[in-house]
């Protein structure tokens, strides 16, 4: 599985967006990049995953750059219960694995 | 949606016994089921994976006598830490692919050996 780097940690005030970015630079054509997050002493949870084209659901949004290098999540109005660390993960589903990476510690601010 | 049940949610246990955690699928059929440790402030790293009928793969480093996986069904994994030691007290988290679903966690078992 091709690699992420993601900021160790970000803050992000309460009532507005939340942009996570992360570096998947040698992500493969058939790779899918997956967001989790992880809430302390919980199994983690699904947020969003796409392919090539930018993807919204209730949770968030993500927008993936046009080279695939790159992608960012949006929590589009952050409340406290956004603080958990998020995971961003390259899924080869012929491998199959998922791979962890250090994830970005985000902590909402009142 | 999928969901993974995952029991016990923490247990205590001695030194030198054994405890086994269980990975039901309620929904879905899980035909491969992961298995990661977490320690304090460091991510999750995979431990293994089970495939129903047949015998886990275990990652590099992974002690395959100490953590007996079982994958008898596809609707339930066990991982069964034998010999239990407190170096072996961590998060334990399975999880599975639910092909409508993507990866499915279960809510984790904080393991502590005294």
């Known amino acids: 599985d091709a690699k992420t780097t993601q900021p160790p940690s970000m803050d992000c005030a309460e009532g507005r967006a939340a942009n996570l970015p992360c570096n998947h630079s040698?992500?493969?054509?058939?790779?899918?990049v997956y967001w989790y997050r992880q809430i302390h002493s919980q199994g983690p949870q699904y947020i969003i995953h796409?392919?090539?084209n930018n993807e919204t659901n209730e949770m968030a949004s993500l927008i993936i750059t046009e080279d695939r290098k790159s992608s960012t999540l949006i929590l589009p109005h952050a409340t406290l219960r956004d603080t958990a660390v998020y995971y961003c993960i390259v899924v080869n589903f012929g491998n199959e694995k998922l791979t962890f990476g250090t994830g970005t510690r985000l902590t909402i601010i009142p | 949606g999928a969901v993974v049940s995952q029991h016990p949610s923490r247990v205590i246990c001695k030194s030198g016994t054994s405890v086994k955690i269980e990975c039901r699928s309620l929904d879905f059929q899980a035909t491969t089921m992961f298995w990661y440790r977490q320690f304090p402030k460091q991510s999750l790293m995979l431990m293994a994976t089970?495939?129903?009928?047949?015998?886990?793969?275990?990652e590099q480093g992974v002690e395959k006598d100490k953590f007996l996986i079982n994958h008898a069904s596809l609707t339930l994994s066990t991982l069964t830490v034998t010999s239990a030691h407190p170096e072996d007290s961590s998060f334990y988290i399975c999880s599975s692919l639910a092909r409508d679903y993507g990866y499915t966690f279960g809510s984790g078992t904080r393991l502590t050996v005294v």
């Open positions: 796409g392919l090539k």
């Open positions: 089970s495939n129903e009928g047949s015998k886990a793969t275990y």
């Open positions: 040698t992500i493969s054509g058939n790779e899918y």
